[in-house]
């Protein structure tokens, strides 16, 4: 059985840093595409950032770049989103999602064209 578990997210003053995880099991991962997706409250889904299988090539919204950096860890199964400068429009529920394909097309995809996605952890950004 798939399962993706977040964790990290929590409150954090405007300007402050979080760090999220998200560890995968039930299966390798390693020739998945990983990702990120939020929503924030009475919105829609929004893609944040993708990182491809081997991890050479990263993308993200043009609302998180330079600020936000995704990684992962393939021996871990496990993808990460270090969040910087963080902003009170940044808050939202934060989801680790996965697909067998390119990264690239994960943005166009949508959360809903995910092969996983997990439960979400809370970012909260205080002004």
């Known amino acids: 059985q798939v399962q993706l578990v977040e964790s990290g997210g929590g409150l954090v003053q405007t300007g402050g840093s979080l760090r999220l995880s998200c560890a995968a099991s039930?299966?390798?991962?390693?020739?998945?595409?990983m990702g990120w997706f939020r929503q924030a409250p009475g919105k829609e889904h929004e893609f944040v950032a993708a990182i491809s299988w081997s991890g050479s090539s990263t993308y993200y919204a043009d609302s998180v770049k330079g600020r936000f950096t995704i990684s992962r860890d393939n021996a871990k199964n496990t993808v990460f989103l270090a969040m910087n400068s963080l902003k009170p429009e940044d808050t939202a529920v934060y989801y680790c999602a996965v697909r067998q394909a390119a990264a690239a097309g994960m943005s166009v995809m949508g959360f809903n064209g995910m092969d996983y996605w997990g439960k979400g952890t809370l970012v909260t950004v205080s002004s």
């Open positions: 039930g299966r390798t991962f390693s020739s998945y595409a």
